[in-house]
């Protein structure tokens, strides 16, 4: 009888080799199914907006409930107040916005002659320059001054369609509240069964509740400086000014910009270059200590996009959401982040191209 050992055949390793190809492919299908999804969302954009508006409002106003209960509040006591907290500020800010429009409807025909004075002197001086007074004149032609009278109307009368904006926030800003404690109960299975995806969701609440509260603070803070710079210079509406400089703190990259301009040229109209030379320094360097040196020591890595993210997301979100879309393209952005990125390892690596 042979003794000789059976050879043993070892399994053979499957090759694991990968495409060069994956990632980019993965990436460029990833960027045309968020084409397909972002096209649809314009299609309903009058409900996308108000309802994840009212979805990180929500998220910001959860800590009063939770600290409520603890005081021992009862459950439908503290869920009412978490739901009227952000009802009353929406409210507030849209009353501050209706009454500085109205109050800008009735000062702007006063500077009427001013306005066709300037637009006049502008068009002396570019015809010294050079430029041919007949091919001009068309083109200002296009530039009625009436527009300026009759920017604020249009601007009022847009509130019509802001109601319908509203009752869909509140409406959705009631249902999340009363759907909390059913998800405060679930969550638990959530954490189980989806560990990355409920981390992703906890870091996207902290998130966008650290960056409404700072960037409501600081918001106020820098509004309630405009207003005092532009009553020592002297333009008028400055409260009106001020409201339009808390709103558009909200828009990142150019909120600045959309909140100086009309000050600036109501100044110029009203007294001259040098108060608007005042507006635009003044505003400049309130800006500049608030929002670009003590803020960020403030709002620490509550955000966590770098620069171009946030600029090219405030273009995209502007396009397929409208004017909603701009005020919420950081949480918006921090929402996809923390889907497609945060809760899946492996996207990790694309944290490298939209992190700060």
């Known amino acids: 009888m042979s003794t000789d050992p059976v050879p043993t055949v070892q399994p053979t390793a499957k090759a694991t080799t990968t495409s060069p190809l994956g990632q980019p492919l993965g990436v460029l299908l990833g960027l045309a199914a968020a084409t397909v999804v972002l096209?649809?969302?314009?299609?309903?954009?009058?409900?996308?907006?108000?309802?994840?508006?009212?979805?990180?409002?929500?998220?910001?106003?959860r800590p009063l409930g939770a600290a409520l209960r603890?005081?021992?509040?009862?459950?439908?006591?503290?869920?009412?107040?978490?739901?009227?907290?952000?009802?009353?500020?929406?409210?507030?800010?849209?009353?501050?916005?209706?009454?500085?429009?109205?109050?800008?409807?009735?000062?702007l025909p006063r500077y009427r002659g001013k306005f066709d004075s300037l637009y006049a002197d502008v068009q002396d001086l570019m015809v010294h320059f050079g430029f041919d007074r007949n091919a001009l004149g068309d083109a200002l032609t296009k530039i009625d001054p009436s527009t300026l009278v009759g920017f604020g109307q249009r601007l009022l009368s847009t509130f019509s369609s802001v109601g319908s904006v509203l009752l869909v926030l509140l409406l959705t800003l009631a249902f999340l509240t009363m759907g909390t404690p059913t998800v405060r109960r679930q969550w638990p299975a959530v954490q189980r069964t989806q560990?990355?995806?409920?981390?992703?969701?906890?870091?996207?609440?902290?998130?966008?509740?650290?960056?409404?509260?700072?960037?409501?603070?600081?918001?106020l803070i820098v509004a309630v400086l405009d207003v005092i710079a532009l009553?020592?210079?002297?333009?008028?509406?400055?409260?009106?000014?001020?409201?339009l400089s808390f709103v558009t703190n909200y828009i990142p990259n150019v909120g600045f910009v959309l909140g100086l301009v009309p000050p600036a040229l109501l100044a110029l109209l009203d007294g001259g270059v040098g108060p608007m030379i005042w507006v635009i320094v003044s505003y400049s360097v309130i800006n500049f200590v608030l929002q670009s040196v003590v803020q960020p020591r403030y709002m620490g890595n509550a955000v966590g996009l770098n620069t171009t993210v946030t600029f090219v997301s405030l273009i995209i979100w502007s396009i397929f959401l409208g004017a909603l879309g701009a005020l919420l393209a950081v949480p918006?952005?921090?929402?996809?982040?923390?889907?497609?990125?945060?809760?899946?390892?492996?996207?990790?690596?694309?944290r490298a191209f939209v992190g700060s």
Not at 39 to 61: E, I, Y
Not at 78 to 101: E, M
């Open 332 to 350: 918006l952005t921090l929402f996809v982040k923390s889907l497609f990125i945060d809760s899946r390892p492996e996207h990790h690596w694309l």
């Open 70 to 107: 603890k005081r021992g509040l009862p459950d439908a006591l503290a869920n009412a107040t978490t739901l009227i907290a952000p009802v009353l500020a929406i409210l507030a800010i849209v009353a501050a916005l209706a009454l500085a429009i109205a109050q800008l409807t009735t000062e």
């Open 195 to 219: 560990p990355e995806l409920a981390d992703g969701l906890r870091d996207f609440s902290g998130r966008v509740r650290r960056y409404w509260v700072v960037s409501s603070i600081f918001g």
């Open 231 to 243: 009553l020592i210079i002297g333009v008028p509406l400055a409260l009106t000014w001020g409201v």
């Open 39 to 61: 096209l649809g969302l314009r299609q309903v954009s009058s409900v996308v907006g108000p309802v994840f508006l009212a979805f990180t409002l929500a998220l910001t106003f």
